[in-house]
């Protein structure tokens, strides 16, 4: 090939490169619909409704729900206070709408709300939200660019879980009376763009007014004032504690866009608060405090539904498969302690925790061992590094376990009484290895002299079913384990401020991991009040990972980092990880219409089911404790 040729084939690939960031760069640019980071919306930018859904679900009835625990405040955006049941801490709840709803049978995909369209430029510097000129306030105020502009800086000065989510967005400034563009001080992060959807948006000219007395409201306070909202629901009655009725909003102005064609089709929703789950579950049998029960105790689901009404078919219950469903379950060990920051400590304890048994004798076998915080799909790292993970994790080779780069991570298995004499003498070595050997039966610390002890925080009586085996086990290599049950509010408190040594949770995760990673991980959240990072982690290795899984440039490098950032993770024992299961349970009283199919993301959408009148009113006729 001549000098001449070469040159000329050079330039034919730089002007097709060219041409082709060029579409790129048209593409970032132009209004879309839909957002997704997965590849296209199966709806494309045409959304006009799910296609599970019934758009002619007749609109009616009510649906009773209850909560444990109770509440005293309709602000669910500080950290003071415990909200009502119907509103969210992040998103809407039933209360606002936000730019944009994520998908609910597509993961990683949002639909237009608030904002019909939106667009960024090619190197994701920005991002440019269109609102919808017919978004309504409930007192028939246009919801504006201002609303939107006074939300996002009252959240993330106030909101610890949107401060973290949006750390990058630097300001958001009005374009135009529709349009407005939130600004960042990085390029690269191609979530930040999307993930600018979530914002739920706020009445500024409400929360700026007064109230009934004539006092200023001040949303960085509890309230037990009805606030003014934008979406389906308001509140229509409440006892402070004890209950609290939304009724749908018969003018809601978004009700036939696509995200709410066939859904929300409730008028009323009730929900009436109990000390704890054994109390409810003892509600829900007898018939109109609960409608729909989400089960998640598998003793309860293969023997408890015996009661009358599950025999006589008044109950039913269902098991819908569900992508989204297996989500990471484990016991949070608390790093801040001292006891717990040295990692053979931490493997030891994971060495002690036997699901085989616990399985069998408690869940019927209804669960599978979990042994990824990404379980359930690509993202779960497994076998050993290879290809652009490990190429990632060769940075830190001198900062990592060197088994992490030539051992699958695994979990011990309790299958014989000689497997549990061997994981358990494992466990005792570590513990050696970390400065405490048994003596007189306790585990003894050599410098202190003090028995090693371990409390567990829980809420609810699955606590004891969970923790009360591994307590047992625990107590045969000396330490002196225990399980403390507190009400609600007073668990959540303490978890807001890691009041605690060790608490069993669900760490639920994206299909497409992003900004949040940093709330579950990173050392900055590790100290802040309210955040995901139950374990107190404080790794630079971790916090780089998180960073590269943020701005990750592809799907594919996406699923290098996220695979290298879970088994940083894994092998550094911040969690004993339990158990998965991939499918809903779900028992009702049949009273319900719903789409013959459900979205196969969520397993069930209840959203989408609809009272009755004809069962309701055979339901009634048989059970007169139905309201």
């Known amino acids: 090939m001549t000098g001449t040729t070469m040159l000329i084939r050079l330039r034919t690939i730089a002007g097709a490169l060219a041409i082709v960031l060029a579409a790129q760069a048209a593409a970032a640019q132009e209004w879309h619909t839909s957002s997704s980071l997965m590849g296209d919306s199966k709806y494309g930018q045409d959304f006009k409704r799910y296609d599970y859904v019934n758009p002619d679900a007749p609109k009616g009835g009510q649906l009773n729900q209850t909560v444990p625990g109770t509440f005293d405040s309709f602000n669910p955006y500080i950290v003071r206070g415990t909200p009502a049941a119907g509103l969210s801490p992040f998103g809407g709840g039933l209360l606002y709408d936000t730019l944009m709803e994520q998908s609910t049978d597509e993961p990683g995909v949002s639909h237009a709300l608030v904002a019909e369209a939106y667009k960024f430029p090619a190197d994701y510097s920005s991002a440019t939200y269109r609102l919808n000129s017919a978004a309504r306030w409930h007192d028939g105020k246009p919801i504006t660019v201002d609303d939107v502009i006074w939300s996002f800086k009252v959240l993330k000065e106030n909101s610890p879980m949107y401060a973290r989510y949006y750390e990058n967005v630097t300001e958001a400034v009005a374009v135009n009376d529709r349009e407005v563009e939130f600004r960042f001080d990085q390029k690269g992060n191609r979530e930040l763009p999307k993930i600018m959807g979530d914002l739920v948006v706020l009445p500024k000219h409400w929360w700026e007014g007064k109230d009934s007395k004539g006092n200023k409201r001040d949303i960085t306070r509890p309230t037990l004032e009805?606030?003014?909202?934008?979406?389906?629901?308001?509140?229509?009655?409440?006892?402070?504690?004890?209950?609290?009725?939304?009724?749908?909003?018969?003018?809601?102005?978004?009700?036939?866009?696509?995200?709410?064609?066939?859904?929300?089709?409730?008028?009323?929703?009730?929900?009436?608060?109990?000390?704890?789950?054994?109390?409810?579950?003892?509600?829900?049998?007898?018939?109109?405090?609960?409608?729909?029960?989400?089960?998640?105790?598998?003793?309860?689901?293969?023997?408890?539904?015996?009661?009358?009404?599950?025999?006589?078919?008044?109950?039913?219950?269902?098991?819908?498969?569900?992508?989204?469903?297996?989500?990471?379950?484990?016991?949070?060990?608390n790093t801040r302690r001292p006891e717990f920051q040295d990692v053979n400590v931490r493997k030891a304890l994971t060495l002690a925790?036997?699901?085989e048994t616990l399985n069998r004798t408690s869940f019927f076998n209804s669960y599978k061992r979990t042994k990824s915080f990404f379980v359930g799909g690509e993202l779960a790292s497994s076998g050993v590094p290879e290809g652009k993970e490990l190429e990632i994790l060769e940075a830190y080779r001198d900062k990592l376990p060197p088994e992490l780069f030539t051992e699958a991570y695994d979990l011990p298995v309790y299958d014989t009484p000689k497997a549990e004499r061997a994981n358990l003498q494992a466990a005792v070595e570590l513990f050696g290895q970390a400065g405490w050997s048994i003596k007189g039966g306790k585990m003894i610390s050599e410098q202190t002299g003090e028995q090693f002890r371990l409390e567990i925080l829980g809420n609810s009586s699955t606590d004891e079913i969970i923790s009360l085996p591994y307590i047992n086990v625990l107590k045969k290599i000396g330490i002196d384990a225990t399980l403390r049950i507190v009400d609600p509010s007073q668990y959540v408190n303490r978890v807001n401020n890691f009041d605690f040594d060790m608490i069993s949770t669900v760490l639920?995760?994206?299909?497409?991991?992003?900004?949040?990673?940093?709330?579950?991980?990173?050392?900055?959240?590790?100290e802040t009040p309210g955040s995901r990072n139950l374990s107190g982690i404080k790794n630079p290795v971790v916090d780089e990972l998180v960073e590269r899984v943020i701005f990750a440039t592809d799907r594919e490098d996406l699923l290098a980092a996220t695979h290298a950032l879970d088994r940083v993770l894994l092998w550094n024992y911040y969690v004993?990880?339990?158990?998965?299961?991939?499918?809903?349970?779900?028992?009702?009283?049949?009273?319900?219409?719903?789409?013959?199919?459900?979205?196969?993301?969520?397993?069930?959408?209840?959203?989408?089911?609809w009272i009755d009148p004809q069962k309701e009113q055979a339901l009634s006729a048989r059970h007169k404790s139905i309201n």
Not at 233 to 240: E, R
Not at 275 to 299: C, H, M, P, Y
Not at 309 to 316: H, K, P
Not at 583 to 609: I, V
């Open 226 to 333: 009805s606030p003014l909202g934008s979406a389906a629901y308001k509140i229509a009655s409440f006892k402070t504690g004890k209950e609290i009725i939304w009724e749908r909003v018969p003018d809601y102005w978004a009700a036939k866009l696509g995200v709410k064609v066939g859904r929300e089709n409730y008028d009323r929703r009730r929900y009436s608060y109990f000390l704890d789950d054994n109390a409810e579950w003892q509600a829900f049998t007898k018939g109109g405090l609960e409608d729909i029960r989400e089960e998640n105790v598998s003793r309860r689901w293969a023997t408890g539904y015996n009661f009358p009404a599950a025999l006589s078919g008044d109950v039913i219950k269902k098991a819908f498969p569900s992508q989204s469903r297996a989500k990471f379950q484990g016991f949070v060990i």
């Open 353 to 355: 925790f036997d699901f």
């Open 508 to 526: 639920a995760q994206s299909e497409s991991p992003g900004n949040e990673q940093r709330d579950f991980w990173s050392s900055k959240a590790a």
């Open 576 to 609: 004993i990880p339990q158990y998965n299961r991939g499918e809903r349970w779900l028992a009702y009283w049949n009273k319900f219409g719903m789409p013959d199919k459900q979205p196969e993301y969520l397993g069930a959408d209840t959203e989408s089911w």
